[in-house]
């Protein structure tokens, strides 16, 4: 059973910064794509970035291309989604997903946390 838990969301004013982190339970978490997601208030489900098993491919949504940066530790299961220049219309919930193809970027993903809050202020 794979399980995601992200946290590091929260409430920051418009033009701030915050890192997520998403930590997945298996050992065999290196071989994973991840991706992030997020989905606000009478919205669709939008994908955000993606990242391939190595770190060395990324991919991401051209509302957040430059302003976000995904990482992962693989010594400790996490992803990373760092978070700059932060707008109103970012606020959502942001998703980590995993899946157990190498890459995946915008495609489906088979495993999914709960999800954490980001609201911006303006």
């Known amino acids: 059973q794979v399980q995601l838990v992200e946290s590091g969301g929260g409430l920051v004013q418009a033009g701030g910064s915050l890192r997520l982190s998403c930590v997945v339970s298996?050992?065999?978490?290196?071989?994973?794509?991840m991706g992030w997601f997020r989905q606000a208030p009478g919205k669709e489900r939008e994908f955000v970035a993606g990242?391939?098993?190595?770190?060395?491919?990324?991919d991401y949504a051209d509302s957040v291309k430059g302003r976000f940066t995904t990482s992962r530790d693989n010594a400790k299961n996490t992803v990373y989604l760092q978070m700059n220049s932060l707008k109103p219309e970012d606020t959502a919930v942001y998703y980590c997903?995993?899946?157990?193809?190498?890459?995946?970027?915008?495609?489906?993903?088979?495993?999914w946390g709960q999800g954490t809050q980001v609201t911006v202020s303006s």
């Open positions: 298996g050992r065999t978490f290196s071989r994973y794509a």
């Open positions: 997903a995993a899946d157990r193809r190498s890459w995946v970027a915008r495609g489906s993903y088979e495993y």
């Open positions: 990242l391939n098993w190595s770190g060395g491919s990324t």
